[in-house]
């Protein structure tokens, strides 16, 4: 059991240690206290509710790995589906064509990234601490938002869009898919690619990367750009989810997507974090609150144990550390 | 050995310490060591960086607890260890290098806040702290305007700030770590002044400075430190710079320096007219290929400011740089690597290295292009990269992917250098590369550099130590203020020509 667990951990890396045992008590606990858990009803609720706030997540971790962080996200992704659905309703509302559709979901994506990008370029040039610009991003877009639509609901959108939201293939949710390509890209991104090497670095000492020839401005401007345009896809399917767009929707995953980070394993102090155990994480959140949806509890009641959870996942992280400080100590 | 390490004259010391052990991380800072400070009187505490000066200081103070064992006799008492509230108590004072004042606020609350904190009732009393700083200040015969902010005023008075708040309550020893580090001569000298008038009013000062010139001049007796051991106690008199250097490093200097004639070799980079006013002006010199070239200075000569330029990391507002005879304008640090100039940073700590991440992420930070195919990184090439680096430079680690942190300072030096090799420079400028290295470490360090200039490196050596520049380099300039005030060739002049012209 001991050397299986070893093996996990080499495979996967340290931060999988923590999201991999909250996944695997969540599994054993829901699975004898419900019989019914283990069902396709079950997945099919999680898989139909983890994308929003997955993409949402994915767009908060990327400030957060260069010791950041965008505050703006949420807002961002409802500026971004009213600019889709702005273009829907010009071009016919119900009655729009696939060519508008595409072209929405482009214009969507460029406004998302342009927020990031003016944010990221304030915070590279200026210097001002990312909460305070992301906050001020924030309060700004959501002005706007509700000045745009006299704080009201835009709906009216061509049917063909819904699936983006509801439907399946071959058995697999659509924005399920959706959100595991998002997921498989910056895992990339992060990995493999120069821009994931330097944010990393840039969050653990900006200074010392710079003084070793790398770009930190540009790459500060292309963190929240991406992030901007992640928060866009999730606007996208928001709006087909719901068929509507309302300035404030999924306003409440704002914070959860900071603890989503932090319970995978992310440093909130940036430098490290993965994206596989931050997506492990946002799975045991989502059975969580259908678990506990399954066994009658009230919803509100789920946001809670979440928050229980979180906390004594900060407990156990430093009962591991000072285990393991002990053994040195001992070896 | 503990014969010496006894007081000769028969004198009770103020300060007895025996026994002294201490271990960070492995390393053993300090071995069984035994240290004795008699009343009033100047003592020196001599060591290389690394040797253990600011760990026994620290002991002392009670910032470190030694080891078991450990016995500190202090003005007939006798204490296990000392804690920061009854040293302070007890009349122990330092004045760390850094001097640790407060810039914003006015010279009386510097020298006098201590007196304030922890009173009941909890109203501060701004006449009557005026009055103990003016008191203080008089007692160094010094006035000042207590009233103004102290970064009114030059490095060389808030040294003297410093020490008037250590005289504010019963100083009875005062530990002074390198006060002279950033002072020029007639500074210097005043300072020295004000110590012996300490210690005439019956003060023990221990001094600690590796500038040899002063350590004679000031002290009567001087105890010597070498990796962490006692190497003896010596009277002043009769001590010669070149019997304390031999002391400090346990090695005999013949004056066999590297110093080299490389004039026949082609100019890798020429410096021509370089000038940004307040940090460094007029400034010309040839760096040929295979050469090292020295620069040293005291602190704020501009020498760091100076190789930021040559890095493109600080705009110069007038002169021109030629790298390989072709003229280059920087705009940033990015432009200096790829024309072949690599720059180790002074501050290996926040600047260098990126403490917390990997070993090998270090290593491959500046020369990504060179693990990239496809447009992606490859774990494989980064692997074999940073092998190759490991072994070409001795390097010692665990697993490559550790963080940089767990290495020992001289380790850490060598990952700094290998980050620089790897992109491949034709100009490497290494800005106090033996700073936080051991003192065994340092040879190692040293050999490297020899190494690349026999390879065909260009190479300035950066250090405000002059030995360091004297045995290393074939050409040595001498910066003051911003300029090149003197041009050295060790092999023809003596180390202490250069020391005597730096330390005017």
């Known amino acids: 059991m001991i050397a299986f667990f070893n093996r996990a951990r080499a495979l996967m890396g340290p931060e999988m240690a923590g999201p991999g045992f909250a996944l695997l008590a969540v599994v054993v606990f829901f699975s004898l206290a419900s019989p019914q858990f283990l069902s396709r009803a079950t997945f099919g609720s999680v898989a139909f509710q983890l994308p929003e706030l997955g993409l949402l997540t994915l767009a908060m971790l990327l400030p957060i790995l260069t010791g950041g962080l965008n505050l703006a996200i949420t807002f961002t992704a409802n500026i971004a589906g009213l600019t889709a659905a702005w273009v829907l309703k010009s071009n016919g509302g119900v009655d729009a064509g696939p060519v508008a559709f595409f072209i929405a979901c482009l214009l969507a994506i460029g406004v998302g990234a342009a927020s990031g990008l003016v944010m990221g370029l304030v915070i590279a040039y200026t210097r001002a601490h990312p909460i305070l610009v992301s906050l001020s991003m924030m309060i700004f877009l959501r002005g706007l938002g509700e000045f745009l639509t006299r704080g009201g609901d835009i709906s009216g959108f061509p049917t063909f869009i819904q699936p983006i939201g509801h439907g399946s293939i071959l058995g697999l949710p659509i924005p399920l898919l959706i959100f595991i390509i998002c997921v498989l890209i910056w895992h990339v991104l992060l990995t493999r690619m120069k821009l994931g090497f330097n944010t990393y670095m840039i969050g653990s000492n900006i200074e010392a990367t710079r003084y070793s020839g790398i770009n930190t401005r540009k790459v500060q401007v292309l963190v929240y750009t991406l992030s901007g345009a992640m928060c866009a896809i999730a606007g996208i399917i928001m709006m087909a989810r719901f068929n509507s767009v309302r300035v404030g929707h999924g306003e409440s995953y704002l914070l959860i997507t900071v603890l989503a980070c932090f319970l995978g394993g992310v440093n909130p102090f940036g430098g490290f974090g993965r994206v596989i155990p931050v997506f492990v994480a946002l799975v045991v959140l989502q059975l969580l609150s259908s678990g506990l949806n399954l066994m009658g509890a009230n919803q509100h009641l789920a946001t809670a144990v979440w928050g229980i959870l979180l906390i004594a996942v900060m407990i156990l992280r430093y009962a591991a550390g000072h285990l393991k400080f002990l053994q040195r100590i001992k070896g | ?504």
């Open chain 2, 1 to 504: 050995m503990s014969e010496l390490a006894r007081p000769k004259s028969g004198q009770k010391p103020l300060l007895s310490l025996r026994n002294i052990n201490m271990t960070f991380g492995g390393i053993k800072a300090l071995k069984n060591v035994s240290f004795d400070v008699l009343p009033g009187e100047v003592h020196c505490l001599a060591g290389e960086n690394g040797s253990g000066k600011s760990t026994l200081i620290k002991i002392v103070t009670g910032v470190y607890r030694p080891e078991p064992g450990a016995s500190i006799d202090y003005d007939g008492q006798t204490y296990s260890h000392m804690s920061p509230v009854t040293a302070q108590a007890a009349g122990i004072k330092v004045i760390w290098q850094d001097l640790a004042l407060f810039p914003e606020m006015s010279v009386a609350e510097n020298i006098a806040f201590q007196t304030v904190l922890g009173r009941w009732p909890r109203f501060v009393n701004y006449a009557r702290m005026r009055e103990t700083a003016i008191r203080a200040l008089a007692r160094l015969g010094v006035s000042l305007d207590v009233d103004l902010p102290l970064k009114e005023y030059p490095i060389s008075q808030r040294q003297i700030v410093a020490i008037a708040r250590a005289l504010v309550g019963e100083a009875k020893l005062v530990f002074m770590d390198e006060p002279t580090a950033s002072l020029t001569q007639s500074e210097t000298d005043h300072l020295l002044d004000i110590v012996r008038t300490l210690s005439a009013s019956g003060v023990a000062v221990v001094f600690v400075s590796h500038r040899l010139a002063e350590v004679l001049d000031i002290s009567s007796r001087l105890t010597v430190l070498r990796d962490g051991a006692l190497v003896g106690v010596y009277p002043a008199t009769g001590m010669t710079q070149s019997r304390i250097t031999e002391l400090m490093t346990g090695k005999t200097f013949d004056h066999e320096t590297r110093a080299r004639d490389v004039s026949a070799n082609p100019a890798m980079l020429e410096v021509e007219k370089f000038s940004r006013p307040g940090l460094f002006e007029d400034i010309s010199f040839t760096v040929r290929r295979g050469e090292t070239l020295g620069i040293t200075g005291l602190l704020g000569a501009g020498r760091t400011e100076l190789a930021l330029s040559l890095f493109g990391m600080l705009k110069p507002r007038s002169g021109t740089i030629k790298i390989d005879g072709k003229p280059v304008r920087f705009s940033s640090n990015r432009d200096a690597i790829a024309a072949g100039v690599a720059y180790l940073s002074e501050d290996r700590l926040s600047l260098g290295l990126i403490q917390p991440q990997s070993i090998a992420d270090n290593l491959v930070i500046a020369s990504l292009d060179r693990i990239t195919s496809g447009g992606l990184l490859s774990d494989d090439r980064k692997r074999a990269l940073v092998a190759r680096w490991i072994a070409d430079l001795g390097i010692r680690i665990g697993r490559q992917g550790d963080a940089v942190s767990t290495l020992s300072g001289g380790n850490q030096q060598r990952i700094a250098i290998a980050k620089w090799l790897a992109t491949d420079p034709k100009l490497l400028i290494l800005d106090a590369p033996t700073v936080g290295v051991d003192v065994g470490a340092r040879a190692g360090i040293f050999d490297i550099i020899a190494k690349l200039a026999d390879s065909g490196l260009a190479i300035i050596l950066i250090s405000d130590e002059v030995p360091e520049v004297y045995f290393h380099a074939d050409r040595v300039l001498h910066m003051a203020e911003g300029r090149i005030v003197n041009r050295f060739t060790p092999r023809d002049c003596t180390l202490q020509d250069i020391e005597a012209a730096v330390y005017a």
